[in-house]
């Protein structure tokens, strides 16, 4: 049976039904109205004014991908300019493929790329030498909990050195729902108060950060990408799987079967609660050693890199900044020669 004809052009025929709406849309249909969509929600939320200069968090992967592409479509309407800010995480065999991807995107959009690394920004500590350093240990916490403390004071620090004034990242409607139940499970009322909006606005000096594929579902992240013949890096991290993040993602498969409006009823919930003045987290602080947002004495990161250099010289975050260190575990600047952080290093 050939295919209906597309609802909004009416000339080409359908190639797809939306998933949200059931809409039957030719590719090049489908593609303005998902790049609308994403004008409407950085227009409607206010997220990046004129003459913004904005980081973007560029993994390799569809999400960052599809987002980069998409301001960039949107940049001249905007009145933005773009700057892509990758990290390199140190881990072998994956992401150096995913920073390919990302080279060849900044090279065929002409977009400027800097890429900040763990080794340079945390005294030598890459996340294979966090995950040799941890197995074993009896620790709760997965390798994606101190990636994901890490990489976000990485990519703080690589927008603030390319000069940026806002940071995007690629998150997608399904990454925010399972978060949202990630924060429900852990019963971490103030993540879940904090995560419910479009992003932050850059509390205590940290640069403003938004999502503004937060409502686009992962389907049609990857149809937008398949119709705009992306090149991106589809790999899983190598440490994905030990991740409770996974749970959540079945958890939220099996609530869309049974309720198809579940990721977004999700992303909804955590909006409406975050407006609730109880369920407002109390105005942070800033981290006594480095400088950066904290809830406590130390920032995360200084909290999870106290951990990793138990009995070794303090760790320079972001060197130049407020009461930082200069040693990382692998001494001083200069002595890269020395053995990997994890062999030297105590495990906790
Ligand atoms: Fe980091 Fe986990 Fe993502 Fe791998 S899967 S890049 S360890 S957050």
């Known amino acids: 049976m050939p295919a209906p004809p597309c609802t909004s052009c009416h000339a080409a025929r359908a190639a797809l039904r939306r998933p949200r709406s059931g809409q039957a849309l030719c590719g090049a249909c489908f593609c303005a109205a998902f790049e609308a969509e994403v004008l409407h929600t ?51 065999g994956y992401r150096d493929a995913a ?31 966090v995950a040799r350093s941890t197995a074993g240990s009896g620790r709760s916490r997965s390798c994606c909990t101190f990636c994901g403390v890490l990489r976000r004071r990485a990519l703080e620090e690589g927008a603030r050195r390319v000069g940026a004034t806002h940071i995007v990242t690629g998150h997608n409607a399904d990454d925010m729902a399972e978060t949202v139940l990630m924060n429900f499970l852990r019963g971490d ?69 049974a309720r198809p409006s579940a990721v977004l009823d999700l992303v909804h919930s955590a909006e409406r609660l975050a407006l609730v003045p109880a369920a407002r987290p109390p105005r942070p602080g800033s981290c006594s050693r480095c400088g950066a947002l904290a809830s406590r004495d130390l920032c995360q990161a200084c909290a999870l890199l106290d951990g990793l250099n138990r009995g070794r010289p303090r760790l320079a975050i972001g060197k130049g900044r407020r009461g930082l260190g200069e040693e990382g575990p692998q001494g001083a600047p200069g002595d890269r020669a020395q053995p990997p952080a994890s062999e030297t290093i105590p495990a906790f």
């Open 189 to 257: 009322a103030g993540r879940l108060a904090r995560g419910g909006g479009l992003g932050s606005p850059g509390e205590g000096g940290a640069l403003p950060r938004c999502r503004p594929l937060q409502f686009a579902s992962q389907k049609e992240v990857v149809l937008y990408a398949h119709f705009r013949r992306l090149d991106y890096f589809s790999e899983e991290c190598v440490y994905a799987p030990e991740a409770f993040r996974g749970h959540a993602r079945d958890l939220l498969k099996r609530l869309e079967a």
């Open 99 to 129: 920073l390919a991807a990302v080279k060849r995107q900044a090279a065929r959009w002409e977009l400027p790329l800097t890429i900040v690394a763990y080794a340079d920004l945390f005294g030598g500590w890459t996340m294979d030498a």
């Open 42 to 92: 950085v227009l409607a939320g206010r997220l990046l004014p004129p003459n913004a200069v904005v980081a973007v968090g560029a993994s390799g992967g569809k999400d960052s991908t599809v987002l980069a592409h998409v301001l960039r479509e949107l940049s001249p309407r905007l009145g933005i300019s773009l700057h892509l800010v990758a990290v390199d995480e140190g881990i072998g």
